[in-house]
């Protein structure tokens, strides 16, 4: 894309000719450097790397997440994990949103997720008694949010009367799963399903919300660190988060880390964090936070500087 304008196209039928085809572009329209978001391995895409090597482009590969087998419960091929192995003979770095030296022999600039700070409005209603948790994602397996509906059926069923509610955006694999919790255990008035949502109707939801949920399940598919885009739109947003990792948010006072595992999250922690933070002015700093972390010119000035030559 150029200025929002599509500057070429054509129709391919196969792998081969899409690799063939980008290839004739990057001749077409001399382009030096590349960042590429990895695909999974075959002899095409392995292909492919060879020749924008022989070609002297320079570029980064990005793996959006590290491990990914298993991910959704899915293995990967036996093709893709033969041919990865091969990936280091040609590309010289890789990035990834967690805390890697390197992925499969390559060097790894690590990164954080950014967000868009002019799109995100802050208007909070603070020293709330209810307290609102929204998690706003695709609804995977590895989101792992049956963590706070069971929290939340331990938390009810002890007798307590503080309200406490979970608001679910998004739509996903995993929903159904969800509400059959939620009907189980009773708690179809604290726990809401609000589908996928854009725009105004998303901003209206985050201003209603206290706290912001990140993924709970990684542990399921091996993943250690990396806290996901939504941390920085839940930051951005105003929003305390809780999540299993801190990455990128080593010591902020506005996160809860909980454990990377199976285990209920326990909602009295919950509420004790949300409680000590009403004593902070905690909306202005994570939005200046945000600014000076999370805008996309920091997070890929490292990766610039490479495609520079200046690393």
């Not at 002297?56 to 036996?78: M, N, Q, R, W």
């Not at 854009?198 to 660190?225: C, F, H, Q």
């Not at 990455?247 to 909980?258: D, S, T």
């Amino acid at each position: 894309l150029r200025e929002q304008h599509v500057i070429d196209k054509q129709y391919v039928l196969s792998k081969q000719e899409l690799d063939a085809v980008i290839l004739q572009w990057m001749t077409k329209y001399e382009i030096k450097r590349a960042y590429i978001r990895y695909p999974f391995s075959d002899i095409w895409f392995i292909d492919f790397l060879a020749e924008l090597k022989k070609m002297k482009i320079k570029f980064v590969l990005e793996f959006p997440t590290i491990p990914y087998d298993g991910e959704d419960g899915i293995s990967k091929t036996v093709e893709d994990q033969y041919y990865r192995e091969q990936l280091y003979q040609y590309v010289d770095y890789c990035t990834t949103y967690s805390k890697y030296k390197t992925v499969f022999h390559i060097p790894c600039i690590p990164l954080v997720n950014g967000v868009n700070i002019k799109n995100c409005n802050i208007d909070k209603l603070k020293n709330k008694r209810d307290i609102v948790l929204i998690a706003v994602a695709t609804m995977r397996r590895e989101h792992g949010y049956e963590r706070i509906i069971k929290g939340l059926f331990h938390y009810y069923k002890s007798g307590q009367e503080r309200k406490i509610y979970f608001d679910l955006v998004g739509q996903g694999a995993q929903i159904p799963y969800y509400k059959q919790l939620t009907s189980e255990y009773g708690l179809e008035d604290y726990v809401r399903f609000c589908g996928l949502l854009e725009g105004t109707e998303l901003d209206k939801i985050y201003r209603r919300a206290d706290l912001g949920v990140g993924p709970l399940g990684m542990y399921k598919s091996g993943i250690n660190a990396g806290v996901g885009i939504k941390a920085a739109e839940y930051c951005a947003n105003g929003l305390p988060m809780l999540m299993t990792d801190d990455y990128g948010f080593e010591e902020q006072y506005f996160l809860l880390k909980v454990p990377n595992d199976a285990s209920p999250v326990n909602i009295h922690d919950v509420i004790a964090f949300y409680d000590s933070l009403q004593r902070k002015d905690y909306i202005s700093d994570m939005r200046k936070y945000v600014v000076e972390n999370f805008s996309w010119d920091r997070i890929l000035e490292p990766v610039i500087c490479y495609l520079n030559g200046q690393r």
